[in-house]
Every structure is written in structure tokens, then in C-alpha cells.
């Protein structure tokens, strides 16, 4: 690739010489960042913006060449039958007029314009953690949530839906309709031969996607019900009415009109519907404590930690509700999974909060509402200059133009920074928290670092928030106090799940059955309960859950997405996971050998990965040298029933199969299994079959990360579910 005339493609050749002194080639461009074009001398924000933009643009051209957009990309690099059955968000983007464009173009302008559509269609799509899964046309279809999940990927499809419409005006003054479901579908059967094969989906879906799209006005994006269940108050939606939509029916849909305004994804999340705060007592008395020796001038730090669905947001909302009516400045800073290489981005979104930045505002606008937040703690017209330099507003003549190379302009937002905080914390007490520190990017870590180095003469108290895989770098000084949230009891789960049904009642059975499957994990109780409660209302037939399982014991869609996502993240041992749940949750290592076809250092190596992920627990070994795993409590079940229901439909033929040669292995609770493999419906065969197979190894795929020893005795399912909630370390009780 040309460097030179790239630069020169994009009007920007005056950067051509320190490109080159700096032997930036086409292997590099593609990885450039915003601070590195600021250390190459780009400093004029604007060409920054569209050197990024082109970059991004490279990006999606690379993993478009690497693997065609017509064809899903293979699992685990075998070409081989893979199909999994998930729930995936699917957009469908269509181009408005070309149909007019093709009769008034010449084929080669038609080609190239639809070309350069598809490309921004690739480079927003991706950027957004999608994969663009056919191009049909003036049509795209994009996958959120295979072959790889995210545990927002409703809100990314969503988000990437406004960016195309963006994006798509700004192209030839075209315009495009969009459409976007979320649901169940089986992905990834192999369809087709040679040239021409792809991996397929198959479900309603895609097909409603496609239905919505139609019914959209240009320019509009337009969601299904399903999805909006899935993103609280993220979006202003405008509801349309009911429509009948050819082979679906009825449906409701939204209009998504904008980002909305929310103090957090919590707080969107949730909205006004907050069940009470159950089991935390002594975790909120320690932190109105910490509040108080703030307040007196003795600034604190509280590292709370915990898994995902734990409660830490939950727990810091009840400390903001109990401190509402005494006088305190509120920083809050909130870390992303897509944006942990963007420099500064916690930061920066909290200035455009405090501003109150609106949708629509122009720049000068923006410039007005920054300085009025900045005069609040007495900011220099310099400072307030790299401020608006780092919300990429432009200098309209109010502020001195700075010349800074790239570390002179970090450090010297880091001293900006610090001096605001010292003017708050002297005008009255502050409360900062900085909310899933494990997602930050390097450079804004160094922000609350430098806090804490200062913090302890200051009225402020700082939160930080993270799970357990991040390892923060400030435990051991005195004015740091680290609370790890334990799972809650069997009776606090009890009394949550009260608080959700309110004036509503579930059988006994049922309510023992939520307890048992969510294993004290307050959003999997709440969410679970929920989904209950809505399959009752909808009149579903009542089952014995002990028996066959009812669908509203399957996974609840607002949980899936993150249980997919952090199945994904192991790799090549996810297949080994699948096999391993197909079976049960319990297997020996003879039989997971036998069906995996995998030779004994894979097979290890991978069920190493799984014990590192806290996915299976490892028990110890029995005289004849069989590897035992214990399952932590039927709690996992929500992961496990998760990985169960995307196992290769070969498994279970497999299972069956070998099951003779396994006489004394038997597999549990194989009618979940069954039901899982078969679309909600136990097979009576596939549990009778499964469920004469007792393994000489348990495995559980449980929900959270840790908390159970390795043992060299097996132990019934409750007593390792109680380890898992073990008493807190000695610097997490209150004093």
C-alpha cells in the first residue's frame, strides 16, 4: 500500500514527510491512535477526526479480505458442521432508491456506489462489535451476538443502526431504512456448495428484521419488541402501533430516535422498577462510614469488587439514596467494553454529562454550556482550551490555541483534572466513582491513580468498582478499603424474590426451583423471576419442574447475551463445554474423552481453560487415577442450561453411543439436557439414554468466577455452594 498516496487520496499530504520519517508503512497504519497522530504532529482536531475515520476504514477492508462478508467465518478453523443455536440480534440495512439509482446510473457508477455503501455499512458494523453476514444487493445483513457475543450486543446493533443512517447521508446524500430483532435462531449449519457456500440462520429473526426494515421511513431505525425488552431507557423510542407484517402476525415495534439521556446503564437499565436492597446491610454501613470520615476531611477509598449481576451498582445506588439530602458533588465515571482503547473516554463523557450536551446542539452551543461547568471550579481560559481540545469541540477564537506534543497534553489534563477536584472537594464534600474499572483504557487509569496517591487530606470518598479478573494496583494503604460481594443466601434470595413478585405468588416448588438454579446472584434471581412470572401470565401450562422443564426455565433473554459472551471468550475449549453440558452436569473424564475425540493433552489442556475460566472445578482424583469435578450448585445452572442449549446436535448421538461403554456413569438432571437439545421439548429417549450414564467426573458450568476450593473429597452440591459465599477477608469487615 501507497502511505503517501493515501494521504494524498484523503487531502492531507502535508503529512507525508513525518509519516515517513516515522516509518509509518501499511502494516502499521491500520493500529494508529488518536495519540499517536497527535505525536506525529496532527494537530488540527478535524483531520485527526477524518485520519481515524480512514484508518477505522482500513480496519473493516482487512477483515473483510481475511474473511469474505458472504460468508460466516469457520468455528474453532474447522469447516465442518457447526451449528449453534443462540440468540443473536440481527439488522437488516437497506438502501432507499437504488432501485431508481440502477435506471438512471451507468453500471460502473452503480457498481461503485453501492461499493462504497457497503464499505461504511463494513466499517460501522464492525466498529460496533457486528459481523456483516451477507451483502445482498442494496441490502446488508449483520449479525450482534455471533460468532462471537458481547454482553450488550442489543445496544451495539442499536447504536451501529444510528451511526449507518449517519453515515449513509454523508455518502452521495443517500439514505437507508434499518430494521433490528433479537430472538433464537440456529446459526451456522453449512449451506450450499463450493463457491457459494455459507453458513446459514434459521429462525424467525432474521425474517423479522427483514419485515421491519420494510415498514421503516428512510432515515429511521426500527426495532422489535424483543429488543427493546433488552435496552431499559438506553434509546428515546417512539412506539409505533401494531403491525401486521406478512408471515409473522401482529408485532410491536419502536422507532429509536436517539441516545438517551441516563445518569448509567443501571440506572437505564432498571429505570424506576429497583427492587429493594436484600443482604447488603453491613456492605452500606461500611460505606456511609467512609462517607462520613470524607465529610470530616479524611478523604477514603473503596475498592468494591465483585462478578457480573453481583450488585455493585445496585449497592452504590442504595449509598446515593441514603446520602440524597446532605449537600455533595457527584463525579461519576463509567468505563466501556468497546471503548478500552479510547483515551480518556470515561472522562470525557462525564464533562459532556456535566455540560448537559444535547442531541442536537451546534458547537458553539456546546462551548457555552463547557464553560459554564468549568467556571464552577474556577478553570483558566488555557485550561479550559485543552478541555474543549479533548471533547473535540473547535476553537472559535474564546480560547488561546495550545501547542502541546501528545505527553505534554496528557499530563497536563491529569493537572487540569486534579485542580478541579481540589476546588469541588473544598466547596463541599465529593463522591466520585468510577463504575467497571476492569474495562478502562491505560491512560485514564492514571487519573484515579493519581487520586488516590492525594486523596487522603481531601473531603472526598472514591468508589471503584471492577470484577474479580481485574487485580487493582492500590490495595495495602491505610485510606483503602477493599469489599468483595459475596453471593447472597437462601433466605435473602427468598426475600428478593418477594420483592419482584409483590402482591403475585408462585408455588412453593418454583420459588425453591429460582433459588436453586441462580445461586445467589441477585440479577440472575430478579431476571429469572421475572421470566417466570411473564411465561405464567401468558398462560403457559404448568409443569412439574422436577420432571420436564417449563420454557420459562430456560435462560432469560436479558441474560443471555452475557452468559454467550463469556462462553465465547474460551476459544477452542468452548467445544469441549458444549460436549461436556450435552452429556450433563456432571461427566466422567472417560466418557468427555470418548465423545470429544480429542487426544489427551487437548482434552486437558482445554478443561484447564475451563477451570481457569470458573467454569468447572476440579475435585481431586480417585484410586483408579479418574479425574473427579464437582459441581458448585445447581446456581450455575443458568450458565450451564446456557451452554447445554448451543451444543452440536452430534453430541447427544454420541453420548448415546458410547453410554454402553460407561455402565457406571450417569450423567444429572439429563432432562434439562434433553429439553435443551430439542428446542425446549424433553426427548424422553435422549434423557432416558443420557440419564442411564453415571460419570466418575462432575463438572458444573456455574455463573461466577471463584470461590471454591480445590478439594481432595467430593462434597454434596449445597456445601460447595456455601463456599462460594464465604465470609469476607479480614480488610473487607466493617470497622
Not at 106 to 130: F, M, N, Q, S
Not at 393 to 417: E, F, S
Request: aromatic share 4%.
Amino acid at each position: 500500500m501507497d502511505v503517501a498516496g493515501w494521504l494524498r487520496s484523503l487531502g492531507l499530504e502535508r503529512y507525508e514527510a513525518a509519516f515517513r520519517e516515522n516509518a509509518i508503512d501499511d502494516t502499521v497504519l491500520p493500529s494508529l491512535t488518536a495519540e499517536d497522530l497527535k505525536d506525529l504532529g496532527v494537530e488540527i482536531v478535524g483531520h485527526r477526526r477524518k485520519l481515524l475515520d480512514a484508518i477505522g476504514a482500513l480496519r473493516a477492508g482487512s477483515d473483510a479480505s481475511a474473511a469474505p462478508p458472504n460468508v460466516l467465518p469457520t468455528i474453532g478453523g474447522s469447516r465442518e458442521d457447526s451449528a449453534e443455536r443462540r440468540q443473536v440480534t440481527v439488522m437488516f440495512c437497506d438502501l432507499v432508491g437504488s432501485t431508481a439509482l440502477s435506471a438512471r446510473l451507468d453500471p460502473e457508477d452503480l457498481r461503485e456506489l453501492i461499493g462504497g455503501y457497503h464499505h461504511r455499512c463494513a466499517e460501522v458494523i464492525t466498529k460496533a462489535g457486528g459481523f456483516v453476514a451477507k451483502y445482498m444487493g442494496d441490502g446488508v445483513l449483520a449479525y450482534f451476538g455471533y460468532p462471537r457475543a458481547q454482553e450488550d450486543d442489543a445496544e451495539q446493533a442499536i447504536r451501529a443502526g444510528l451511526d449507518l443512517v449517519r453515515a449513509v447521508n454523508s455518502f452521495a446524500a443517500s439514505r437507508c431504512r434499518i430494521g433490528i430483532a433479537t430472538g433464537v435462531v440456529v446459526v451456522g449449519d453449512l449451506i450450499g456448495t463450493g463457491e457459494a457456500q455459507e453458513r446459514g440462520i434459521v429462525g424467525e429473526t432474521p425474517n423479522l428484521a427483514a419485515r421491519l426494515q420494510a415498514v421503516a421511513e428512510p432515515d429511521q431505525v426500527v426495532i422489535a419488541d424483543s429488543t427493546r425488552r433488552l435496552i431499559g431507557d438506553l434509546f428515546d423510542l417512539e412506539r409505533l402501533e401494531p403491525r401486521e407484517l406478512k408471515g409473522i402476525g401482529s408485532v410491536r415495534a419502536w422507532i429509536v430516535l436517539r441516545p438517551g439521556r441516563v445518569d448509567g446503564r443501571f440506572e437505564a437499565l432498571h429505570g424506576a422498577s429497583l427492587t429493594a436492597l436484600v443482604g447488603r446491610q453491613e456492605e452500606i454501613e461500611l460505606l456511609l462510614r467512609r462517607w462520613r470520615r470524607a465529610q470530616a476531611g479524611e478523604g477514603q477509598v473503596v475498592l468494591l469488587s465483585g462478578e457480573a449481576g453481583i450488585g455493585k451498582s445496585r449497592l452504590l445506588v442504595g449509598l446515593i439514596e441514603r446520602i440524597a439530602s446532605e449537600p455533595e458533588t457527584r463525579l461519576r465515571y463509567f468505563c466501556s467494553p468497546q471503548q478500552t482503547d479510547s483515551t480518556f473516554y470515561p472522562i470525557i463523557r462525564q464533562f459532556e454529562h456535566a455540560a448537559e450536551f444535547g442531541h442536537g446542539d451546534a458547537a458553539g452551543a456546546r462551548l457555552d454550556k463547557l464553560d459554564t461547568v468549568l467556571a464552577r471550579t474556577e478553570t483558566s481560559t488555557e485550561d479550559a482550551a485543552l478541555i474543549a481540545e479533548l471533547l473535540l469541540l473547535p476553537n472559535d477564537g474564546r480560547h488561546p490555541a495550545l501547542i502541546l506534543d501528545a505527553q505534554q497534553r496528557r499530563q497536563r489534563t491529569l493537572q487540569v483534572l486534579q485542580t478541579q477536584l481540589d476546588v469541588l472537594a473544598r466547596q463541599q464534600p465529593t463522591l466520585m466513582i468510577f463504575e467497571d474499572i476492569h474495562w478502562i483504557d491505560p491512560t485514564s487509569l492514571e487519573w484515579p491513580s493519581l487520586v488516590i496517591e492525594r486523596i487522603r487530606s481531601r473531603a472526598v470518598l472514591l468508589i471503584v468498582t471492577f470484577r474479580p479478573e481485574f487485580d487493582p494496583p492500590w490495595e495495602g494503604q491505610s485510606h483503602v478499603t477493599t469489599v468483595t460481594l459475596n453471593r447472597l443466601g437462601e433466605s435473602e434470595v427468598a426475600t428478593l424474590i418477594a420483592g419482584v413478585l409483590g402482591n403475585q405468588a408462585l408455588p412453593s416448588d418454583v420459588t425453591a426451583e429460582i433459588v436453586e438454579r441462580t445461586d445467589g446472584i441477585p440479577l440472575f434471581v430478579e431476571e429469572m423471576t421475572k421470566a417466570v412470572l411473564e411465561a405464567e401470565s401468558e398462560g403457559a401450562a404448568r409443569r412439574t419442574v422436577a420432571k420436564v422443564p417449563a420454557p420459562a426455565f430456560a435462560v432469560p433473554q436479558s441474560l443471555h447475551a452475557s452468559l454467550m459472551a463469556r462462553l465465547d471468550r474460551l476459544g477452542p475449549a468452548k467445544q469441549v463445554a458444549q460436549i461436556g453440558a450435552a452429556i450433563g452436569r456432571e461427566f466422567s473424564h472417560a466418557l468427555l474423552a470418548s465423545v470429544a475425540l480429542r487426544n489427551g493433552d487437548r482434552l486437558n489442556a482445554a478443561l484447564d481453560r475451563l477451570i481457569e475460566a470458573g467454569l468447572v472445578f476440579r475435585q481431586g482424583r480417585d484410586t483408579r487415577s479418574h479425574l473427579f469435578v464437582q459441581a458448585c450448585s445447581g446456581a450455575g445452572c443458568s450458565l450451564w442450561h446456557a451452554v447445554a442449549s448451543t451444543a452440536p446436535r452430534s453430541a447427544l448421538p454420541h453420548c448415546q453411543g458410547h453410554r454402553k461403554r460407561f455402565p457406571g456413569n450417569r450423567s444429572k438432571a439429563p432432562g434439562i439436557v434433553g429439553a435443551s437439545l430439542h428446542g425446549g421439548r424433553a426427548d424422553r429417549a435422549s434423557s432416558d439414554a443420557l440419564g442411564e450414564s453415571r460419570p466418575a467426573i462432575s463438572c458444573a458450568f456455574c455463573v461466577g468466577g471463584g470461590g471454591v476450593a480445590v478439594e481432595p473429597r467430593a462434597r454434596p452440591d449445597r456445601e460447595l455452594a456455601r463456599d462460594a459465599r464465604a465470609a469476607p477477608r479480614a480488610d473487607q469487615v466493617p470497622s
